[in-house]
C-alpha cells in the first residue's frame, strides 16, 4: 500500500483525532494576511480565517483535502483546495505571502524533501515566513525508533512512513534552499522554527 492509500483509508480517524490546532501556528496565522500556504494541510486543522486574504489548503490525500472543503463549509470560512504532492506546488513563482509545513515535512524521505523545500521558496514572495514544525528524533517517545526513517501503524489501516530529524539537518534543509532561519522554539516532540525567503 503506498502512502497516499495510507492517508486517504485514515482520513476519517485522522481527522477526529487532530482536531485542535497548536498554539504556535495559530499565533503565527494571526500575525498573517494575504495568500497563506497550508502545506501537508491534512484535514484542516488549522484552517482559519486570514486577514485581508485566505488559505490555500494543500494535501496528496483527496479524502483529507474532502474533510478539509468539509470544515470550510461548516465554519464559513473562504478557502482554496488542491490535491497535489509537496513535491509539485501547483502555483506560480512569488505567488504567497507566507506558509506553514506543519507535521507534513517528516512524511517524505530525504529527496522528496529537497524537492519540496524548493518548491515553497519557489511559490513564496521575497521576504515571506514559513513557519515549520516536524517531529524531533530526540524526543523520549521516538527514542526506540532506531535510524532516521520508520513505519508507525495506524490501527490496522497501514503503516505512515516518517523521516526523523535533528533541529540541525532540517535548519540546514531549509538554509540550503536559500532561506534564513529567524527563530526555533522546539517542544519535546516537535522540532519548530520561522523561516524567511531571502
Keep these: 500500500m503506498n502512502q497516499k492509500q495510507v492517508w486517504d483509508n485514515i482520513a476519517k480517524e485522522w481527522h477526529e483525532f487532530k482536531k485542535l490546532p497548536a498554539e504556535s501556528t495559530i499565533e503565527f496565522l494571526k500575525k498573517q494576511k494575504g495568500k497563506v500556504l497550508d502545506l501537508g494541510s491534512g484535514s484542516g486543522r488549522h484552517l482559519m ?11 496528496f490525500s483527496e479524502k483529507m483535502i474532502e474533510l478539509a472543503k468539509q470544515k470550510a463549509k461548516k465554519e464559513n470560512i473562504e478557502a482554496e483546495f488542491a490535491v497535489s504532492s509537496m513535491t509539485k506546488i501547483p502555483y506560480e513563482n512569488n505567488f504567497f505571502d507566507s506558509a506553514i509545513c506543519i507535521s507534513a515535512l517528516h512524511c517524505l524521505n530525504k529527496s522528496e ?39 508507525i501503524k495506524w490501527n490496522d489501516k497501514g503503516e505512515r512512513y516518517y523521516y526523523l530529524f535533528n ?32
Design 167 to 198: 533541529e540541525k539537518e532540517v535548519h540546514d534543509l531549509f538554509e540550503k534552499q536559500g532561506f534564513k532561519i529567524l527563530s526555533s522554539d522546539n517542544s519535546e516532540m516537535m522540532i519548530r522554527f520561522i523561516g524567511e525567503k531571502n
Design 49 to 59: 480565517k486570514i486577514k485581508n486574504g485566505k488559505m490555500y489548503l494543500l494535501d
Design 113 to 151: 524533501q529537497k524537492k519540496a523545500v524548493k518548491e515553497l521558496y519557489r511559490v513564496l514572495k521575497p521576504k515571506a515566513q514559513v513557519l515549520i514544525g516536524v517531529w524531533n528524533k530526540d524526543s523520549k517517545r521516538l527514542k526506540r525508533h532506531k535510524g532516521k526513517e520508520t513505519l
